[in-house]
């Protein structure tokens, strides 16, 4: 969606946010195409900045990546009675 369209058109804003909060995200752009903004959802700032938070913490992403492989090799817990299980465990 150009911003030429959205000065000529007010009614492509109630469009745009539509689309928005529906999940989308929506891009602003010149006439020659030359990307200028986003609208994002609400929310999406903060999920993106806890995002960035964690992949600067080098020990948050070690973990992520164990667990991923202990996932893809089977190594996975499902169900709080299972969970529960190995805390009993560790505890003995």
């Given at each position: 969606m150009?911003l030429?369209?959205?000065g000529a ?22 006439g ?31 973990a ?5 492989e202990?996932?893809?090799?089977g190594d ?17």
């Amino acid at each position: 969606m150009t911003l030429e369209e959205l000065g000529a058109s007010p009614h492509l804003w109630a469009k745009a946010l539509g689309s928005v909060e529906r999940g989308r995200v929506v891009r602003l752009v010149r006439g020659d195409h030359e990307h200028v903004a986003d609208i994002v959802p609400d929310g999406f700032l903060d999920e993106l900045e806890e995002t960035l938070e964690v992949l600067a913490d080098s020990d948050a992403v070690r973990a992520l990546v164990e667990t991923r492989e202990a996932s893809a090799q089977g190594d996975v817990l499902r169900g709080a009675d299972a969970v529960c299980s190995l805390l009993d465990e560790r505890r003995d």
